[in-house]
């Protein structure tokens, strides 16, 4: 089909289609005009029932208020002869009360009168029974004062004794302390003065030692040979210095004429032999040498040796300070024991003077006073030597 044809047939439609929609339209006017007419009838419907509804209202309201005001003038009078009742019974009611208020109380006055006879009467009996239980209590009180004075005296002469063998026993026992404190001192310095007197040995071993490669050296570079030095002497030194400074000192003495002069401890040589050997820089004095020279120096101290006399060291300062610490545990044993003997002793002490003070006297004290007269007791009189 051609375009014109499509053409002609949408110009068709659109004409059938407009008669079509000009149809429909009438019939919603139409239809629209019959809704409104509808709806404006029923609004007049619903005005007209409104004004009945209203007219109604008000004239049940008229109507109502007639009759509340009728009940209420019937309520009102009712409740005034109600009133009027009720206050002519109350006057009634309350002469009658007031007559056998009066009978009651002359009853209840009889009644108290009795019971007031009857409470003196039972006063009297209770204070002739009270006396009497007081004198009684009075002569038990006296047996007991006089056995718990009896009792007293019988436990502070078992006190005297038993403080008496109580200051024997500190005495001995303070004299045991003191020699076995003075045993573990002298042991002590004992056990110090064998350590030091073996350092010093080893001190002089290595003195000795240094010596030797000091005349070996000197010798092999100048080519005359020198007495190599004995054992040297003993020497007591008064001052004591500490272990690495008189090491250092001694080192000093020996390699003076040495290129390695800075090294003053066995670590710090070993550790410059090591630096030397890694980075095989040569000094003026390993210059001169031969090779067997060379040797001979590397080999005269060996890094087992170095090690072994180190752990060595350490094993002894290890020793030393364990025997310090048991030295240490062993005085603030002691300690502890004499503080619990002073402690003990403090209670004692305090227990003379309370019973020095009478502060163990029992108060009795009654109700009501006697007029006896009682004789005061020695027992703050009582003197104790321990």
Not at 74 to 82: I, P, Q
Not at 126 to 154: F, H, I, P, W, Y
Not at 195 to 202: E, G, H, I, P, T
Request: charged share 40%.
């Amino acid at each position: 089909m051609g375009i014109k044809e499509e053409m002609e047939k949408l110009g068709e439609e659109i004409i059938g289609s407009y008669d079509a929609r000009v149809e429909r339209i009438e019939q919603l006017k139409k239809e629209t005009e019959e809704a409104l007419k509808g709806s404006r009838d029923m609004l007049k419907n619903f005005q007209n029932v409104h004004k009945k509804m209203s007219l109604e209202q008000r004239e049940n309201l008229s109507k109502h208020k007639e009759n509340l005001e009728g009940e209420v003038k019937e309520m009102l009078k009712g409740f005034r002869l109600s009133l009027e009742k009720t206050g002519s019974d109350l006057r009634k009611d309350l002469a009658k009360g007031v007559e056998k208020r009066k009978a009651e109380v002359g009853k209840t006055l009889e009644g108290t009168q009795k019971m007031m006879d009857e409470f003196k009467n039972s006063r009297m009996q209770m204070s002739k029974e009270l006396k009497e239980d007081l004198a009684a209590g009075v002569e038990k009180r006296k047996a007991e004062v006089g056995k718990s004075l009896e009792d007293t005296q019988k436990m502070m002469d078992a006190f005297k004794v038993s403080h008496s063998q109580m200051s024997k026993e500190l005495k001995q026992n303070l004299t045991k302390s003191n020699q076995e404190i003075k045993n573990e001192v002298s042991s002590m310095l004992n056990d110090f003065r064998s350590v030091q007197d073996k350092l010093r040995a080893d001190l002089e071993k290595a003195s000795l030692s240094w010596q030797q490669t000091a005349s070996i050296l000197q010798e092999k570079r100048s080519g005359v040979k020198k007495p190599i030095p004995g054992v040297l002497e003993k020497k007591t030194i008064k001052e004591t210095l500490p272990k690495k400074a008189k090491i250092s000192e001694e080192l000093e003495v020996y390699m003076k004429h040495e290129s390695l002069v800075a090294i003053k401890t066995f670590r710090d040589f070993k550790t410059g032999l090591e630096n030397r050997n890694e980075r095989k820089v040569k000094t003026t004095n390993s210059l001169c040498r031969t090779k067997k020279e060379q040797k001979i120096l590397e080999s005269l101290i060996d890094d087992k040796e170095l090690s072994q006399a180190i752990q060595k060291d350490i094993q002894r300062f290890a020793q030393q300070d364990l025997a310090i610490k048991k030295s240490q545990e062993k005085t603030l044993k002691i300690r502890d024991k004499l503080t619990k003997i002073v402690n003990k002793n403090k209670q004692v002490l305090e227990w003379r003077k309370k019973l020095q003070k009478g502060s163990w006297e029992k108060d009795h004290s009654s109700p009501q006073k006697t007029n006896r007269v009682f004789k005061h007791s020695k027992f703050k009189e009582l003197k104790i030597d321990f």
